[in-house]
């Protein structure tokens, strides 16, 4: 078993009062992913092609364990079933592998996930409460992103910010699809646009990583249909506490059971806005060729690159 103490890093959080014990815990969890990736690991299927590992319910069940050992009066709900003291003040949401698809074919771009909501009492149990904390852990890449309310965000110890692109011709961004059901969702018409008008979309698999790219200034913008608390609780506060801005795709404020996500650096939102609102309304649309037109396209021009009276010599 890999063991890790927060001695092994010196992230700046002196004035973190949640971050410092969580972020053991998270790099513990990281350290669990990698050894299960090296060994290699079964998978099974809870649907069409949404996979769970082993490594998810291992280190769901450690993370469990470990915070409510380490925060005895917080609640815990994670991806995998997880529902632990949900009445509690303070509810940490988790996802111990965010980006499953990617580890269990080897891909090496996955995280640890962990946002604590703070629910005072007589909050209505469908209102969200202030994110005070989040962490997001890529283990391979030994990059730990943490934020609290207030006292900003920080990568590996160091302040992060949004980037400072000013219009969407010049952003890159980053967009995720479903592993399952993928036909319900409409979101391949929102990356072909989005490609049309940036610098380029990424598509890297995990919703945790790329708001923790958002807020560090790797992409300048992240979009997503129906994600799930534990998937962008942590990434939330990052992002706002890097001085970035998220709202759902018409502009409302975000939530944790969110359908639509958009975060962007804050300067670009207002033109990202008014793309979504010609999208949904079918205004201004690039033409793309069709297959058909592509492969007729494609014959044309051979037939000018090989003239039929050409000769061998």
Known sequence: ????????????????????????????????????????????????????????????????????????????????????????????????????????????????????????PGLAAEHDGPIVAGIVYDPMRDELFAAERGKGAFLNGKPIHVSKVPELGEALIATGFPSRKRHDNPNIHFYQEFTLRSHGVRRAGSAALDLAYTACGRVD????????????????????????????????YRRLESLEILASNQLIHHELLGLFRDIFAGRNLGPLPSPAEYAAHRMARHAVDQPEDSVDL
Not at 64 to 84: C, K, M
Not at 221 to 247: H, Q, R, S
Request: proline share 4%; net charge negative; no cysteine.
């Open 221 to 252: 913008a992240y979009w997503e249909f129906k994600l799930n608390p534990w998937d962008v609780a942590a990434g939330f506060l990052l992002v706002e506490e890097a001085g970035g801005m998220i709202t759902g795709f018409d502009g409302s």
């Open 1 to 120: 078993m890999s063991h890790v103490t927060a001695q092994n890093h010196s992230e700046d959080t002196a004035n973190f009062t949640w971050v410092p014990r969580a972020a053991v815990l998270a790099r513990e969890a990281g350290a669990k992913l990698r050894d299960f990736l090296a060994k290699g690991v079964a998978t099974e299927y809870k649907g069409d092609v949404d996979i769970v590992t082993i490594a998810d319910r291992t280190v769901e069940a450690y993370l469990r364990e470990a915070l409510l050992t380490t925060f005895p009066s917080h609640g815990v709900y994670g991806e995998e079933g997880t529902r632990d003291r949900l009445e509690a003040e303070y509810r940490w949401y988790i996802d111990p592998l965010d980006g499953t698809t990617n580890f269990a074919h080897g891909f090496p771009h996955f995280a640890v996930s962990m946002g604590l909501e703070h629910r005072p």
